[in-house]
Structure formats: structure tokens, C-alpha cells
């Protein structure tokens, strides 16, 4: 099947160059960190993640999104998604491939990476979501990569992928839940200390991948000659609506425990991520750009007229997927480290190679999702949908 | 769990050893890297045992010049690098400049209201506002920063004593966001361009590893005090928590001592008698 990516007009390889230069701008970027430590990056004692760990809470949440359309064709037999099935597991497929990335860019010893393994340690969360995020990758490559060639040889998928879609719909609700548990079980972070955050992971998980999810269908709708379907965009728009509501809500249920409790080790971080803190604001308006994103886009959702708008729906939903990148990636991590546990402010910025690697790990993941969205549309296009 | 693992390797060597009759060749080998292996492996008589060591620190006897002896013989001693050493252009060429905010520190002095942030008070005592609190590793008997370590490179020892091996950590710094005193730093860059003198007697780190106060183990192992105190002049007491008469619960016994964030469970073995 794979030689179907090999085959493309001029688009398809200006695009599959341009990326390949991004990487290649990445990888110098890298090797430069490699050689002399993550000094190069704008983390410091106090704000010890940064830009790289964000970028990774994001996209788990993005890979756990393509679960939305898999429950309801698998589950609920909702024939509309028999189209954007496929989309949905492989760009889960490449969001984990760049988590994956990300996890091993921001180590300080990459090298010794499969010490996880030659010492697993079943206290430390990290060892949990090791486990889920290959397992739910490692799914997906075997679930999306067999049914569609069993669809390209116009045969049922083998039997056995059944359990293997059944067991990948825990997998992606493990996939984030186990995330959010690497913050909130920490004692000292009052900002992370909150049951309410793997439910919080997960609604805005399941707004911000059905929303690039929708994007993307506009994408091929537009490149290719595959249609996945208006019908089955339109029912996507509604989990996104649902979800980022969702998400908002669970957010202001923060707010409300948050000030009205008023106690200083929870307060002092939602303080300086939504008003600033002792005359540190860096973020306020990122904070704040990214909510109002998120409600107009919920506000544009929710109303049908605007939600059924061909020109409307992908506005809404980039404005959707950035306000929760916002959220989730500036804030969620810069929140949980300023102040310090010593109620000191170190404010965080990336700096610009941090940026460019960050890039990097990017277009990796646009480079799989390329090639197999590239296999998806055209097996699609030769069975006529 | 590090420690049991390590003495059932210990055990099956040694028979492996006997068995093949290669002690001879084994020592052999041993003593062409860093003279006899046999004896460093060996405990040394006068080692300091405890139950469950623990730090007394008694803040008045502290002013800021003896503050200042403390953090200079840890960090001395332990290779912490000193970011405003000035950096030996020949030995190091090219050596970048320096975010100070990637600093690395064991043991240093915070003004109360940050060493305490939940005991901050409107009319606190005045002179609680000029003493330096010495901070460290609380050595916690429930240490979040070893129930995060994916590869158990941060462990506590049988003696109450969190060490880390430099040789495991593969820099997640999942230790540092689950400490809850700032008690962790990371190599954000190879840090032996700013050691000014290296201490042959403990090891440097390179880039990409966590490090923290290890309690001066490598020093009570040889049955000495750790730095720490003997730089204090008499206000920083280390023993045996568990033992009643012991120094430090002695001390515990006669006076009124706070610890850090003790609401959060993690049980610090540090001290503050004030």
C-alpha cells in the first residue's frame, strides 16, 4: 500500500519538501541541544518544562480526539463516519508520533531513554503513560493500516482487529487521563492539584481533535477528490460544540473552588495566568485570547445557522483548536510552575531554536500525516468512497 | 528496592566468583581502574548508622556569613558549578553564556516568607524577617520525587536518606515538578567549566541529570560529618531521628521546631527550631 505515497502531482511534493526542510532546520536545531543541553532552551530552575512538555500535553489530547469518531462508528454503527473513521485513527497516528518526539527532545539524556524499560517503575506515573501512549499508537498503526487495506481489497477487515478497536477506546480515554495524572498527583502544585483535570484533559481533547479533524476534511475536500462527507462534518461540529462547552464549564468550576475557597497555593496560579502576578503578566493575554477563542467558537458552534455555514464551520473550529492550544499548552504547564514552590516568579518564553525545534517535531508529524492521509484518500478515491 | 536489587547482584557475583575460581582475576581487574574495589565496596568501620537520618536547624544560631560558609562548603565540596565563576577560556573554549536562572544549588538561604510560604503572617515576629533560612532536600520519609522517577535513578536508601545515581537519570525532571520545596536543580548545560576547583573526592555531573543535596552520605559512610554542619558553628545538628537519644531528637525534645509544608504528608526529615 505504501507505494501509493510515492506516487503524487507537484502539490503533493512541494508540500512533502517543504516539511522535509523544516525538518532538516529541526534536526540542526537539535543537534545543537544534543551537544549542549537544554540550555539552549528558555526552561530554567523554577519553570523546569516548558514549550516542548506543553506540546506534548496538547497533542495526547489531539490523538485521544480521533476516539470521537471511532465510538460512534464502532459502538453506535453511525454509518457517517464509515468515511472519516480512518482519518480520525491516523491522525492519531502522527499526534503520537510527535508526542513520542517531544518526550525524547526534552529529555536532558535522550540517550538513555530505555532506562524506562530496563527499570520499570510502577510508582511513577510516567511509567503508565510509557505504556499507554505506545500501546494506543501501536493500535492505531494496526487497526487504520488493516482496515483500509481490507477496504482497498474490497474484503471485510480480519476479525481479530474487532477486540483490537474495542480495547484502542480505553486506550485513548487511558491515553490522557494517565497525562493529566502525571500533574495531579503531585502535592506541592497547587495549580495541577484538581480531580477536575483529566476530565478538563479530556473535553478539551475532544474539542480540539474533532476540530482539526474538521479542518483537515476541508483540506482534502479541496486536494483531493475524496469527500468524507458534509453530513459527517456536521456531526463532528456538534462533539466539538459539546466538548469545548464542556471544557469552559469544567474550567470556570476551577475558578469558582479556585477563588472562592481563596487559598493562596491554588490562587496564586490562576492569578497570574488570568490577571498577573506581583507585576509578572506575561501570559495574561495569551490566557485570555485563548478563552475568548474557545467561547466564540462555542458561541459560533452552538447556533445552527452559523454552525451549517460552509464558510463559518472551519473559522470556528481553528478558533476552537487554538484556544485550546492556548489553554492547554501555554498555560496548563507555565501555570503549574509560577510562582515556584517558594512563591518565587520565574516567568517562562521559549526561546527561538526552542521554537524551531518545536517546528521540527511539527512537521515530523505532518510528514506521517501526509503520506498516511495520502494512502487513506486515495485507497477512498479508487473504491469510489 | 535499588538497594536489595543491588545486594542480590552482590550475592550472585560472589558465588558466580567462588564457583569459577575467578576472585583472583576479578580483584585483578578491579584494581587497574581505581585501586581495590574489594575495599571501597567494603563499609568502613567508623560509618554513621541511623535508623532514619534527619537535620535540626536552629535558626538563630544562623547569621548571613555563616549562611554563606554553608552553601560555599556544600557546593565546593560536591562540584555544584558556581554560574558566576569566571570560565577558564583556555580549558573550556566556547563556552556559552550563562542564564543564571538555570542556576544549581543543594543548600542556600531564603528569607522566611519563601522558605515558609503557608506560615507568611501580617505581624510576624520581626526578626523572622532578616534571619536566613538555610533550605535543602527535606530527605521526606514519603518523597514524592521518588515516587516520580520512571527509572528509580532517585531512591531512598534504607537509612532515610533520598540519593540519586547521576548515571541512571535520563533528565525527564519529573523529580523537579513533583518536589514540593524547589529542591531540585537540573545540569541544563555540562556544568565542569564553572567549578573552580574540582573535589577529586566526589564525582562531577555531566549535562542533562537532576541533582540535589545527597545529605553528605559519601561523608557519613566514612563516619565524618557532612559539610553542612561543620561549616555551621554549631547550628545545624544531623542524627538519627529514630533514635531517642540521639542529638538531633534531643533537641526536638526542648524546643518548638516547624518543618516545611508539613500539611502536605510528605513527612520532611529537615528541622527548623526557631
Redesign the interface.
Known amino acids: 500500500m505504501l507505494e501509493i505515497a510515492v506516487k503524487g502531482n507537484r502539490n503533493y511534493w512541494m508540500w512533502i519538501i517543504f516539511l522535509l526542510i523544516v525538518i532538516g532546520i529541526g534536526k540542526i536545531a537539535y543537534l545543537d541541544q544534543f551537544f ?4 539552549i ?1 528558555g ?4 519553570v ?2 516548558g514549550f516542548y512538555i506543553a506540546n506534548f500535553t496538547f497533542l495526547v489530547g489531539v490523538a485521544a480526539g480521533g476516539v470521537m469518531v471511532v465510538i460512534p462508528y464502532y459502538l453506535h454503527d453511525y454509518e457517517k463516519f464509515h468515511r472519516i473513521t480512518i482519518l480520525g485513527e491516523f491522525l492519531a497516528v502522527a499526534s503520537l508520533v510527535m508526542c513520542l518526539l517531544f ?1 525524547i527532545v ?5 540517550v ?2 530505555l ?2 524499560l ?2 520499570p ?1 510502577p ?5 503508565y503513560d ?1 505504556l499507554v501512549l505506545n500501546g494506543y499508537l501501536f493500535l492505531n498503526i494496526v487497526i487504520g493500516w488493516k482496515v483500509l487495506e481490507a477496504e482497498r481489497n474490497q474484503v471485510k477487515p480480519p476479525a481479530w482487529t474487532k477486540p483490537l478497536i474495542y480495547l484502542s477506546i480505553p486506550f485513548a480515554i487511558g491515553i490522557h487521563t494517565v497525562t493529566a495524572y ?2 495531579c498527583g ?4 497547587g495549580f495541577w492539584l484538581t480531580a477536575i483535570l483529566a476530565p478538563r484533559f479530556l473535553a478539551s481533547a475532544f474539542a480540539a481533535g474533532p476540530a482539526f479533524l474538521i479542518i483537515l476534511c476541508y483540506i482534502i475536500r479541496k486536494f483531493t477528490k475524496f469527500d468524507p462527507g458534509w453530513e459527517a462534518m456536521q456531526t463532528l461540529s456538534k462533539i466539538v460544540c459539546y466538548a469545548v462547552i464542556a471544557n469552559l464549564f469544567f474550567f470556570l468550576c476551577e475558578v469558582f473552588v479556585v477563588y472562592y475557597s481563596g487559598i ?2 491554588h490562587k496564586t496560579h490562576l492569578q497570574y495566568l488570568l490577571f498577573g502576578y506581583h507585576g509578572y503578566n506575561a501570559l495574561v493575554p495569551w490566557m485570555w485570547s485563548g478563552f475568548i477563542l474557545m467561547a466564540v467558537g462555542a458561541v459560533f458552534l452552538v447556533i445552527p445557522k452559523l454552525r451549517t455555514n460552509y464558510i463559518l464551520l472551519p473559522v470556528a473550529c481553528a478558533m476552537v483548536f487554538i484556544g485550546a492550544w492556548i489553554d492547554k499548552g501555554l498555560g496548563m504547564i507555565s501555570g ?2 509560577v510562582p ?5 516568579v ?1 516567568e517562562y518564553a521559549p526561546t527561538g531554536q526552542e521554537i524551531v525545534i518545536t517546528l521540527g517535531v511539527y512537521a515530523t508529524g505532518f510528514l506521517v500525516l501526509t503520506i498516511l492521509y495520502k494512502l487513506a484518500t486515495q485507497v477512498k478515491e479508487e473504491v469510489g468512497g | 528496592m535499588m538497594e536489595k536489587s543491588r545486594r542480590c547482584f552482590l550475592k550472585v557475583a560472589g558465588i558466580a566468583a567462588i564457583g569459577l575460581g575467578a576472585a583472583p582475576a576479578m580483584n585483578f581487574a578491579a584494581s587497574d581502574s581505581h585501586g581495590s574495589a574489594a575495599a571501597e565496596k567494603a563499609k568502613s568501620p567508623d560509618a554513621l548508622h541511623a535508623e532514619r537520618w534527619g537535620m535540626a536547624i536552629i535558626v538563630k544560631k544562623l547569621n548571613d556569613k555563616i549562611a554563606k560558609q554553608i552553601t560555599h562548603a556544600c557546593h565546593t565540596q560536591h562540584n555544584v558549578p558556581d554560574f558566576t565563576h569566571e570560565v577558564d577560556t583556555q580549558a573550556f573554549p566556547n563556552t556559552r553564556a550563562v542564564n543564571h536562572k538555570q542556576e544549581i544549588k543543594w543548600i542556600w538561604k531564603e528569607k522566611f516568607h519563601y522558605a515558609f510560604p503557608d506560615k507568611e503572617d501580617e505581624f510576624l515576629n520581626e526578626k523572622f524577617h532578616h534571619l536566613p533560612f538555610m533550605v535543602t532536600c527535606n530527605h521526606c520519609k514519603n518523597a514524592p520525587c521518588v515516587q516520580a522517577c520512571p527509572t528509580q535513578a532517585t531512591f531512598k536508601r534504607e537509612d532515610g536518606i533520598v540519593v540519586m545515581d547521576y548515571h541512571r537519570c535520563i533528565g525527564c525532571r519529573f523529580c523537579m515538578a513533583a518536589c514540593p520545596y524547589g529542591s531540585r536543580s537540573f545540569n541544563f548545560r555540562d556544568p565542569r567549566p564553572f567549578i573552580a576547583e574540582t573535589d577529586p573526592d566526589f564525582p562531577t555531573r555531566s549535562k542533562g541529570v537532576v541533582e540535589k543535596c545527597n545529605l553528605c552520605a559519601e561523608r557519613l559512610a566514612k563516619g565524618e560529618q557532612p559539610h553542612c554542619v561543620e561549616a555551621s558553628e554549631g547550628a545545624i545538628v544531623v542524627g538519627d531521628l529514630e533514635d531517642p537519644e540521639s542529638d538531633v531528637r534531643k533537641l526536638l525534645k526542648e524546643h518548638y521546631s516547624i518543618r516545611r509544608k508539613q500539611s502536605l504528608g510528605t513527612e520532611p526529615s529537615v528541622y527548623y527550631i526557631v
Open positions: 549542549n543541553g537544554l540550555m532552551t526552561m530554567s530552575r523554577d523546569s518544562w518526550i526534552d529529555l536532558g539524556q535522550p538513555r531513554m532506562n524506562v530496563l527499570y517503575s510508582k511513577s506515573m510516567l511509567f510509557m502525571l500533574y503531585l502535592p506541592g502544585r493562596p497555593g503549574g510552575f515556584s514552590p517558594l512563591h518565587h520565574t
